[in-house]
């Protein structure tokens, strides 16, 4: 079946630091790939997404490549801020499916 | 305006009662689902249902029991509440179509905290 696996929280940085979260998948044929982040006390918010091969995602700094030899969705970004304090999902949906299957997520804390 | 909105945010009750949770979205959305998450903020897919319709259910217990009056509603009925439903719900909504695969996003609530003592 399809899944997502992403690296283990939690995650604690320094402001301005690198930002790498890991998340590979397993699916059928040519999935959707979405990261999604959860601020405390809030539901999911889409973050960026790809549909396809080789599409890069970004948004607020975040970015992700959709890479089908590696079957990854790694998420980056360059300098963190306090405020990306957060947790962060990496989804998957596949064709016919109507539904995003999650990773665990993983925990993010910057400190100033 | 919120587009998903759950209500109640927070719910306590006892083992055995039955509860419900309401869901409303104003996007127009053809599909709407029920995710829910545990303490280790596993997300999970239990429902999801497309203009009323149900279309995925997952192996959820039968205590549980949505409702989707129109397209812009699903409620979430529990009976018989046990200390394991105890989690976060929350309701999302999706255009349909290609749908996710397409790329189209969740829109998601805010959550309904259930406890159960």
């Known amino acids: 079946g399809n899944s997502v696996t992403q690296m283990e929280g939690p995650v604690t940085l320094s402001e301005e630091a690198f930002l790498t979260i890991n998340c590979t998948y397993t699916?059928?044929?040519?999935?959707?790939l979405f990261w999604y982040v959860q601020y405390p006390g809030e539901g999911l918010q889409l973050l960026l997404k790809?549909?396809?091969?080789?599409d890069k995602g970004s948004n607020k700094g975040f970015e992700a490549t959709y890479r089908k030899e590696t079957t990854s969705f790694h998420l980056e970004k360059g300098s963190v801020q306090v405020s990306d304090s957060a947790v962060y999902f990496c989804?998957?949906?596949?064709?016919?499916?109507?539904?995003?299957?999650f990773g665990q997520g993983t925990r993010l804390t910057i400190n100033p | 305006d919120t587009a998903v909105s759950q209500t109640p945010k927070y719910l306590v009750t006892q083992m055995g009662n039955d509860k419900s949770i309401k869901c409303e979205q104003n996007?127009?959305?053809?599909?709407m689902y029920w995710y829910k998450q545990d303490s280790k903020k596993f997300l999970k897919i239990m429902f999801s249902?497309?203009?009323?319709?149900?279309?995925i259910n997952e192996t959820v217990p039968n205590r549980f029991s949505p409702k989707s009056p129109d397209k812009a509603h699903l409620n979430l009925h529990i009976n018989s509440l046990e200390l394991g439903d105890s989690a976060v719900y929350f309701c999302?909504?999706?255009?349909?179509?290609?749908?996710?695969?397409?790329?189209?996003?969740?829109?998601f609530g805010n959550g309904t905290r259930l406890t159960v003592t």
């Open positions: 999302a909504s999706s255009r349909s179509g290609t749908g996710t695969w397409g790329g189209s996003p969740l829109h």
């Open positions: 699916a059928t044929g040519y999935p959707s």
């Open positions: 790809a549909t396809k091969a080789d």
């Open positions: 989804a998957l949906s596949s064709q016919g499916a109507q539904k995003l299957v």
């Open positions: 996007l127009g959305h053809d599909t």
């Open positions: 249902y497309n203009n009323k319709e149900l279309i």
